[in-house]
Nanobody, 124 residues
């Protein structure tokens, strides 16, 4: 089992930056692909970014490409999402997910473990 706990969310003005973290416990995540998803009120959960076990491969949703950066520190068993140039439409609950596979995917049902999420609110 892998437990994932997100932190770092909060309220930020449009144009600002925020870094959220996902700390894993229970197992080392060095063999896991990791991902970030978000869900806005009244909307489906959507893919944001994913990173391979080594960090060599990443994928981003078109809506965040060039603004968000996913990274990982396997020694700390932690994954990060650096969010710059934030927009009000980035508001939502951001959840971290782990996939026990060397390949990456954007499909949420292909992830094995999920955190509870952290709220990110961007004011205009």
């Amino acid at each position: 089992q892998v437990q994932l706990v997100e932190s770092g969310g909060g309220l930020v003005q449009a144009g600002g930056s925020l870094r959220i973290s996902c700390a894993a416990s229970g197992r080392y995540i060095s063999n896991f692909a990791m991902g970030w998803f978000r869900q806005a009120p009244g909307k489906e959960r959507e893919f944001v970014a994913t990173i391979s076990w080594s960090g060599a491969n990443t994928l981003y949703a078109d809506s965040v490409k060039g603004r968000f950066t996913i990274s990982r520190d396997n020694a700390k068993n932690t994954v990060y999402l650096q969010m710059n140039s934030l927009k009000p439409e980035d508001t939502g609950v951001y959840s971290c997910a782990a996939r026990y596979d060397l390949t990456i995917t954007v499909i949420n049902r292909e992830f094995d473990y999920w955190g509870q999420g952290t709220q990110v609110t961007v004011s205009s």
